[in-house]
Structures are given as C-alpha cells and as structure tokens.
C-alpha cells in the first residue's frame, strides 16, 4: 500500500529551511548598509516581474529563497538601514525578531484569556513592567482600575480611545443607536492624521474635528481649545474627545498635557495623549518631564516598535478606567461565552481592540526588554539623542541653513535659508543618491526636511556621513557666500 502524499512541509525540512531562513535574515542584517536606502524600483516594477499565475505545483523553497533576492530586494526600502533617517524608525532587532519567529510558530489567536493563557497573562505582566519604567501613573496597572494592552498601531489605541470617549459622553447611547451629529472631538492642526481618520470610522465626522491652532513651538494652544469647547457647548454640542500629542509627527512638538488635561477635566471629556515615538525617552529619568500632566490622562500610548527595537506591529496603550473601554467594545456571542469569562477573574483582551482576533505580540516585547534589560535602553536611547543634538549644532553653526523648531529629542527639522526650491532640490539629490533617507514636511508653510536618529545600528559615523553628504549637496545648490 503506498503512502498517502502529503503537501505539507516536514519538521526535518522545516529545521533545514528555517536555518536557511534565519541565515539569511543575519546576512541581511550584516550587509543591510550596502544597498540603496531608498528603493530604486519604478512603479510597476516589482509586479511586472512576478507571474500573472500562482503555480500549479509547489517549488523548490531554496527557489523561493533565490526569487526573495532576486524579485523581491530590488523593491524594499531599507528601514533597517542604519543610514534611514526618514519619518520615525520602524525598528527591528535580534530579539524581537526571534520572538516573532516563536510568536508565529506558535500560531496563537489570543482573543480569550481561554484560548492561551499565557498569551494573555504575559501582556498584562509586560504593560505593568512599563508603567513605572516609563514614568506612567500607577492608575493605568492592571492591579487597579486600568490596564494596558498591546495594540498594532497609535492609530488604532486613538480609535478604541475616541469610541470609550463616545460612549463615556453618551452613556453609551451612541453603540445603540448611532451617532446624532452633535458628538465633537479636538486636536492640534500639528496632530497624526489617524485622528481624522478615527472620526471618521467612529461616525462623529470629519467636519466636527476641531483642529486647534498651535504656539510659535507648534505645540496645541489649551486657551484656544477651552475657547472651541465652550463655543461648542453653547452651540448644543456635546465634546467628547481630545487628543494631545508628545512628539508630533512633524516636528516633535510637545502638547502642554498638564493644561490640556485641566480643560479636559472641567468639561468632562475624554483625554487621550499619543506619545507614539516620544513615549520610549521616558525610559529615560531626565526625559520625563516632556510629557508632564500624563497623570491626568484617561489614556495613553506608545510605540515600541517606533524606537524600542520592537518589529512592527506593536503599540501599547494603557488606560484609567478599563470599564469605561470595554464597555465601548464589547459584543458576547454566545459561541465566545467560556467559565473562566464569566468568573470575571479574567482578562480579554477581545474586548480592548477592534478585531475579535489578536497575536501574541508580548511574546517579541518580552524577548527585547529581557535581552537589553532597562540599561540597555537607555544607552541607546541617550546615544540617539546625543546624536540629534550634535547634528542640530553643526546645522545651527552653518549660516546657509535654519532649524524652525525646537529639537526637544532626537527628530531635527532643518531646512535651506534659500528656500523651497532649493530645499526640494536637496532632499531629492540627497536620497536620490541611496546613501542616505531623508523625508520633509512644513512648518509655517515652508519646506523643511526632517532628520531622525532612531534606526537600532545607527551610530555616530553614521550621522557624520549624513551631514558632509548634505554639505556635499548644498555646495551644489546654495553655495555660501
């Protein structure tokens, strides 16, 4: 009798390719510096080399793995480059990508406490390690009122914030019957573009977002939001949420939490801080002060997976009053109901999120914050921002350049007095060499590049390079004199 054929992979194929793999990945994390930052491929590029047909029969993996390099590196950007400079790091790192690699083979759906145990228990323990390391109120352990849990973005911690806010201010009418147009949510004109994108998913609107002027240091004016609040209570509106942000993603502009959080308190509103790449400094004691008045906050969050050399996706978001979350969120069919839920001496973590299913993304955060320990951390932390603050004094000594906003952290907006032509003629020559990424924005309407350290290998030589290449282009393009 023949054996019946299988089309699975063996576990004695999986330990050789796996090598193979991980091999791979260690080549690439060796040699990453070699390639072009920015990807040269030209739309359509990638997608006209690949086969119009998925293949009739399975190949050879050491073909997949031969196709990886072939087809598919043409067509990356390398965030894992220690010359990326661009928007904020997308970090990655040894242990985190292990964890990920078990993470994957373990193949849990964590949505119930039931359906892994640990998967749950571990994020709880993981986001109570942080709350004192990072300087965060007491309020947001799990041992108390609050808790955190591990979203994939700050986009959707702000979502899953703006609806506990929604039906905190409707008690919890607007889930019933939807929303009645008189719902308000506030922001600076300076905030991450997720919060219009939340209003418009939460049902209140993009044309009842208050976007807030900000200071000459672009950080929210809180007179100015009081002033728009009280203006919307007398119109019959009811505000439901604000949104203050510690590191904006312009300009790392700092929101004044504590007396945001003071107007918030008077009017009964929802306040939310998104410290998504910032959060991380707070590792750091002499950081804290940047994001003074979080205590206040009914919510918070940050990325580890901005500058904690956590792999993409990983955002952990606390909050003060868990009750207030899960009562926005949850929905109890009945093929979910299990013992232990009902016990209520449970946590899930379904009813913390959008989706009903979840990975077990505290199994990478644990392996990264065991492998470096808090003193690790630290170090790098401290040393990326020594780099950003040595970059900003060669730009300031440089009469042909001009920094238009305050460098609080490691993200330094610069920018050619020449103006905007000149400035978009050096950001493109600048990546179009491939020794380095760089990205823009504008401050006060004006083109300004932007200059982040935060990738895990950058280091001093790194920066250096970045700045006699951009002496190296504007010799060309703004001489002195």
């Avoid at 390639?35 to 190949?59: N, Q």
């Avoid at 573009?193 to 209140?204: D, L, N, P, T």
């Avoid at 109901?337 to 990478?364: C, H, M, T």
């Avoid at 900003?392 to 350049?401: L, T």
């Amino acid at each position: 009798m023949s054996e019946k054929k299988s089309f699975h992979m063996s576990a004695e194929e999986f330990r050789r390719q796996g090598h193979a793999v991980v091999d791979w990945i260690a080549g690439y994390m060796r040699t990453v510096e070699q390639f072009p930052v920015l990807s040269r491929a030209r739309p359509g590029e990638i997608l006209a080399s690949l086969p119009d047909r998925a293949p009739r029969t399975g190949e050879p993996f050491e073909r997949v793995l031969e196709d990886l390099d072939r087809l598919i590196m043409p067509g990356i950007t390398h965030w894992q480059s220690p010359n990326f400079f661009a928007y904020f790091p997308a970090n990655a790192s040894g242990p985190a990508i292990l964890g990920e690699l078990v993470s994957a083979g373990l193949g849990v759906q964590g949505m119930l406490w039931s359906t892994s145990p640990a998967c749950t228990e571990l994020e709880t323990r993981v986001l109570d390690w942080l709350v004192p390391v990072l300087g965060l109120p007491e309020r947001f352990l799990s041992s108390g009122p609050g808790g955190g849990v591990i979203q994939d973005s700050a986009s959707s911690a702000a979502l899953c914030a703006l609806l506990a806010g929604r039906e905190r201010a409707t008690g919890l009418r607007t889930n019933r019957e939807g929303c009645d147009g008189r719902l308000v949510a506030y922001c600076s004109t300076q905030t991450h573009s997720s919060i219009e994108k939340a209003v418009r998913i939460a049902g209140i609107g993009a044309d009842r977002l208050r976007q807030i002027e900000v200071d000459s240091q672009f950080a929210m004016r809180a007179d100015l939001l009081a002033q728009r609040i009280e203006e919307d209570r007398r119109a019959g509106l009811v505000p439901c949420f604000v949104c203050a942000t510690i590191g904006t993603t312009s300009s790392n502009a700092i929101d004044p939490v504590s007396r945001i959080a003071q107007v918030c308190r008077e009017h009964g509103v929802w306040l939310h801080v998104d410290a998504a790449m910032c959060g991380t400094a707070a590792i750091c004691a002499e950081f804290r002060h940047l994001q003074a008045g979080v205590e206040q906050a009914d919510s918070y969050c940050f990325n580890p997976h901005k500058w904690m050399f956590t792999n993409f996706d990983c955002d952990c978001f606390w909050v003060a009053d868990r009750s207030a979350l899960i009562r926005a969120l949850s929905v109890l069919p009945e093929y979910l109901r299990n013992q232990a839920s009902e016990s209520g001496a449970v946590i899930d973590y379904r009813d913390w999120q959008i989706p009903l299913g979840r990975r077990f993304r505290a199994l990478k955060l644990w392996f990264v914050i065991r492998h470096y320990g808090i003193e690790g951390l630290q170090h790098h932390v401290r040393e990326h921002v020594r780099l950003a603050q040595a970059f900003a004094d060669w730009v300031r000594a440089d009469e042909r350049f001009e920094i238009p906003a305050p460098v609080p952290l490691n993200l330094v907006c610069f920018r050619l007095r020449a103006g905007d032509d000149a400035n978009q003629a050096l950001l493109d020559a600048l990546n179009a060499g491939g020794e380095l990424y760089l990205t823009h924005t504008r401050l006060d309407g004006r083109l300004t590049l932007r200059l982040c350290v935060g990738q895990t290998q950058t280091q001093a030589e790194h920066v250096a390079r970045a700045w006699r290449l951009i002496q190296d282009r504007t010799a060309t393009i703004a001489p002195r004199g």
